[in-house]
């Protein structure tokens, strides 16, 4: 069913051509049909009461908290315990109530309860953790916060429990990386284990629920979780052994794995299984864009070469095990799809393998600064060029405009880079400004003209 919008709007124009008799009254009975415009009315008094229901049930829990701070150093502690857990019983009972309901207006009051419910989850962990003294720090709170939030957001298929879940987890180890003792959490066993083998553990926890949900903000999400948790154990392990090598996968692994990323295997199992290939494919070329733009500096070759002392045998053992895991899977992928391949496949493998061997050969050799300067540049500049392309083929405005904005920062930062000629920079800003309307217009000019053909 197409959305109230759209189908007000198709009733005020149904309306008019009835009056303009360019349509008579049977064929209007038809789209009234059709479109359902006499449930219009109701819908919005649904949505109505929605926003009634969704401010007081806000203005009930700020009454809670005020209530509860108000009173909670005289009560006792079994007292605060059990109406900590009574609150969140509460909300997600009436959130769940709601939620099967039928009609959409009590359905979307019930999900917003059921994430009410999950935020009052990590309140009551906080809180408790105080009352019992076990202070134990803010990541590990955030980590078993989202593990609790992702069991509901399972048990349920909310999608906005998924991406609260997975910002909880991502936020929490984050703010672990600059603990000393982030990675030898004795006191929780599986969460020792969850924090060393993130990379595989956000695909395991994220990916499935994508599907199960039928969201690309959860895929979105558990994909970036990977690929960062992933860099972090490959600049760990930067620091133990000689970088070349481990340089250049942490450049072309990541793109790799997602540009060669396909979902049949959901789909045999899933039938109404949404495809999120293209959504792994725009994260790759996202890699790629900030990888070049990133090495298309100077600074970040003018470095002294210094190979690092071979600590092969010091190198924990669980990031060889991740390494190993997503290395295989890449291979697997790459070569399931290498009949598949196409110009544009073939194109990004090339700008793959490049970014793997100039870091490299710089890292051995010590000798490609300038060079790899000018590799790079033009690498981001055919990037970009290639999504322009795209967009103007496809007519897709999200491909043309993300082209010519990294384009743009492609010359822009190459003069606030070098100690050019103010006057000059003043003219590079206006051809730029001049450059990106008179694009944007003749684009638009030429999408209308697609659309009128």
Partial sequence: ?????????????????????????????????????????????????????????????????????????????????????????????????????PKGGQRRLGQVLLVLGALILGVNMALISQLFQQNRPAYQLLLLWGVGVLGMAYSLRLTGLGILSALLIGIGYIRGQGQPEFLAIGEIAWLQLMVRFMPVVA????????????????????????IYSL???????????????????????????????RDRF??????NAKSFESTARTLAIIF???????????????????????????????????????VSITIWEWLHSWRQCDRTTSFVAFMIVISAVIPYWHLSTGGLDIAAVLIFNLMLLFLAIGIIRKGITQAQRRFFWGGLVLLTLQVLSRMVEYNTDLLFKSLVFLLCGCGIIAAGVTFEYYIRTQQSK
């Fill in 1 to 101: 069913m197409p959305s109230q919008k759209f189908r007000r709007q198709l009733r005020q124009e149904a309306q008019q051509w009835q009056s303009e008799g360019l349509i008579d009254a049977s064929v209007y009975e038809q789209l009234a049909q059709s479109y359902q415009f006499g449930e219009l009315e109701s819908a919005s008094r649904n949505q109505f009461v929605s926003i009634l229901l969704l401010i007081g049930s806000i203005l009930l829990g700020v009454g809670a908290i005020a209530f509860f701070a108000a009173n909670w150093q005289i009560w006792s502690r079994e007292l605060k315990v059990a109406l900590l857990l009574l609150l969140f019983i509460g909300f997600n009972t009436a959130g769940f109530i709601l939620w099967q309901r």
């Fill in 266 to 271: 959901w789909r045999r199992y899933l039938s």
């Fill in 231 to 261: 860099e972090v154990n490959l600049v760990r392990l930067n620091l133990l052994v000689a970088p070349a090598w481990v340089s250049a996968i942490a450049c072309a692994l990541p793109p790799a794995l997602l540009w060669g990323y």
């Fill in 203 to 226: 695909g395991v926890m994220f990916i499935p629920l994508a599907y199960w949900c039928g969201s690309r903000w959860i895929f979105r999400l558990g994909a970036i979780a990977v």
């Fill in 288 to 326: 790629l864009s900030l990888l070049f733009s990133l090495l298309s500096f100077y600074w970040m070759w003018n470095v002294s070469f210094m190979p690092s002392a071979n600590n092969a045998f010091h190198v924990p053992w669980y990031i060889l095990v991740n390494l190993f895991i997503f």
